[in-house]
């Protein structure tokens, strides 16, 4: 077995769908495993030119690829089945390719309900919360409980360790570290394990570890109740510019500047092998950086918020960065 992983290094939105998608072209696996939460998530990926946005079938399905929604992730059985019928009008084959972790659980009517009622959090209404709950007190449907969905059962042990030799696996993170339910901004969080670690429950080999790409934006977004964008214009410029609105919900993600510190420790502790920066062409519009092509680097030369910023929250005190970008090696 080996195992690469994508996983978002900050609140989510950072472009993991796309890395993902880039990856499964490249990368030669045979699975590509979505690892944890539920259709509160969407990527947006463009395929051939179209643009598409999935929100519970992991990417591999592009490329032929054999794509499942681990026991990590709880399912929404109409979106799932809206999500087929949509990739499958629109081109993308999924027949023999989507399957569903038989110890899965099942977003029902009631935890949607149940997620109307959230005012403090701002959830994305989609039940994955209540859904959560059910499962850890031991009341929670499973997909094995569930006749409809018996085509698309599979076991995750079986499977990796029985009836494939040598699996070559691409685990698909959502969320991000920012909203882990553990590590993020509590209770500003999501209710699934969204670091590299949370893969080894999904009947991942530790050993097989090799390659993790973490994901993360030139500066920061955030979606929910919490405070998080300054009141600076600059900022509603950036929110324009990088067209911050969720792929889920349509809501304005927040923005703020890059958090070093907290990128930092994010790398830490997802062991990140691979650091993937997207939409710096966003703080280039801008005018905070500018990007000299030639040398292969990107500075920060002017902005004085933005040193300023970067002065007060960097234990180094950096007023400048320097960063190289390969963009074909990722």
Not at 61 to 84: D, H, P, R, Y
Request: aromatic fraction near 12%; hydrophobic fraction near 35%.
């Amino acid at each position: 077995m080996i195992t690469d992983v994508v996983v978002g290094l900050q609140y989510g939105d950072e472009g993991k769908g796309k890395v993902t998608h880039h990856l499964c072209k490249k990368g030669h696996y045979s699975h590509v495993l979505r690892f944890n939460g539920g259709c509160n998530a969407g990527h947006t990926i463009i395929h051939n030119g179209k643009k598409f946005v999935t929100h519970h079938i992991p990417a591999g399905v592009f490329f032929g690829i054999k794509s499942i929604i681990s026991n990590g992730c709880v399912v929404n059985i109409a979106q799932f089945k809206k999500e087929l019928d949509y990739l499958n009008s629109n081109g993308v084959k999924t027949k023999g390719l989507i399957f569903i972790a038989k110890n899965a659980h099942i977003i029902t009517d009631e935890h949607l309900e149940l997620d109307l009622k959230d005012k403090k959090i701002g959830s994305t209404k989609r039940g994955n919360g209540p859904a959560y709950s059910d499962k850890y007190a031991r009341t929670g449907l499973r997909a094995e409980d569930v006749p409809e969905l018996k085509e698309y059962l599979i076991d995750l042990y079986r499977e990796f360790y029985h009836d494939h030799k040598n699996p070559r696996i691409l685990c698909e993170g959502a969320q991000a570290f920012g909203l882990d339910i553990d590590w993020g901004d509590y209770p500003f969080v999501t209710s699934s394990h969204c670091t590299t670690a949370s893969i080894f429950l999904n009947a991942i080999e530790p050993s097989s570890l090799r390659k993790v790409y973490g994901v993360c934006k030139a500066y920061e977004t955030y979606v929910g109740m919490k405070r998080f964008q300054p009141t600076n214009p600059v900022f509603k410029k950036l929110q324009l510019y990088g067209n911050e609105y969720g792929s889920t919900t349509g809501r304005a993600r927040q923005c703020n500047w890059l958090n070093l510190d907290f990128l930092k420790k994010s790398i830490k502790m997802n062991y990140v092998t691979h650091l993937v920066i997207n939409k710096m062409d966003v703080l280039n519009d801008l005018g905070v950086w500018s990007l000299y092509e030639g040398d292969n680097t990107m500075y920060f030369p002017s902005d004085k918020e933005f040193k300023k910023h970067i002065t007060e929250n960097c234990d180094n005190g950096l007023a400048s960065i320097q960063f190289s970008y390969h963009p074909d090696k990722i």
